[in-house]
């Protein structure tokens, strides 16, 4: 209890106010599974300190519940609110730190975000992931490899990013599967394909988490980024992004997913400048390269 949430309030309204906290925390005494158990009495403990520290009156009480009911309303298989309700109070980033802390030159990891979307279209070493999302293209190359060095070869790579537009395939509305693929690391531990050159866009916002964000003052958008998730056997999935130096919004991320080591430099090509794999590219283009370091999954990081 701080002092501004203790002044006023009566010794026997505080020992009320404490003894219901304990019964609570004691109800789950006898819980079987210690974890669980540990998980269900912090949970109170920290409710019930939040509660009481900002006296919360009823009325706010009731607002709560309607933005919790809102938020699973608007949630389906393709929108989903409680990711972004995470992801813009820090939760998602703090959870992302508690479990995968520095491990040698591993790539950090940052927020999975709330558009990932399972069964990727394949692609070829060298091909578009882009499937007519519109965009400036973007050449990204780079190798995967352990923190021994070692190339990964047949690391698979999930790649999705938004269009120019700062829209997901999965916002168009429509079903069509765009700006997003997997492909998997060669022999060599190396990998290329064509994107886009990320952008910047707000959350969405015409659920109750864009509505707690204009009530505070806070801004939607996001810094440009390109996700990624790289799974291999023997290492820890990583899931990041890599990001646009230069983007003034690296520093107001609206869900805290910048890191420094995952600003990466998006060199632009004028238009008629030759691409490295022959294509013809009408206009101009960007290259980037991200060398991926996975740490070893039998550390728990
Ligand atoms: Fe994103």
């Not at 203790?6 to 925390?25: C, D, H, Y």
């Not at 992801?87 to 558009?115: H, K, Y």
């Not at 973007?138 to 120019?164: H, M, N, Q």
Request: proline fraction near 7%; include cysteine.
């Amino acid at each position: 209890m701080t002092l501004s949430s203790t002044r006023g309030i009566s010794p026997e309204q505080s020992a009320r106010e404490e003894e219901l906290a304990a019964r609570v925390q004691a109800s789950f005494d006898s819980c079987r599974d210690p974890r669980l158990k540990e998980l269900m009495q912090a949970l109170v403990k920290h409710l019930h300190a939040f509660l009481r520290e900002v006296r919360l009156t009823e009325e706010e009480w009731h607002a709560a519940i309607e933005f919790l009911t809102a938020a699973g309303r608007i949630t389906d298989d393709r929108r989903q609110e409680f990711i972004l309700l995470s992801d813009t109070l820090g939760a998602s980033m703090q959870t992302v730190a508690i479990n995968n802390d520095v491990r040698g030159d591993a790539t950090e990891a940052t927020v999975f975000g709330p558009f990932f979307v399972e069964g990727s279209p394949g692609i070829e070493p060298g091909g578009d992931i882009s499937f007519g999302a519109a965009g400036e293209p973007c050449w990204i190359e780079g190798t995967v490899s352990g923190v021994d060095g070692d190339p990964v070869p047949g690391a698979r790579i999930e790649v999705w990013e938004a269009d120019e537009d700062g829209f997901y395939d999965v916002q168009y509305g429509d079903g069509r599967v765009a700006a997003r693929a997997h492909l998997f690391s060669g022999e060599d531990g190396t990998y290329r394909f064509w994107g886009i050159t990320p952008t910047p866009y707000p959350v969405p916002c015409d659920g109750p988490v864009g509505k707690m964000l204009e009530a505070t003052g806070r801004s939607p958008m996001r810094a440009s980024h390109l996700h990624f998730m790289v799974e291999a056997p023997g290492c820890r999935t990583l899931v990041t992004h890599i990001f646009v130096r230069g983007d003034a919004l690296l520093g107001s991320d609206t869900v805290f997913g910048v890191r420094e080591s995952l600003i990466k430099d998006f060199e632009r090509r004028p238009p008629g400048t030759p691409t490295p794999d022959g294509r013809v590219v009408d206009g101009s283009w960007t290259q980037v390269r991200f060398d991926i370091v996975l740490a070893p999954s039998d550390v728990r990081g």
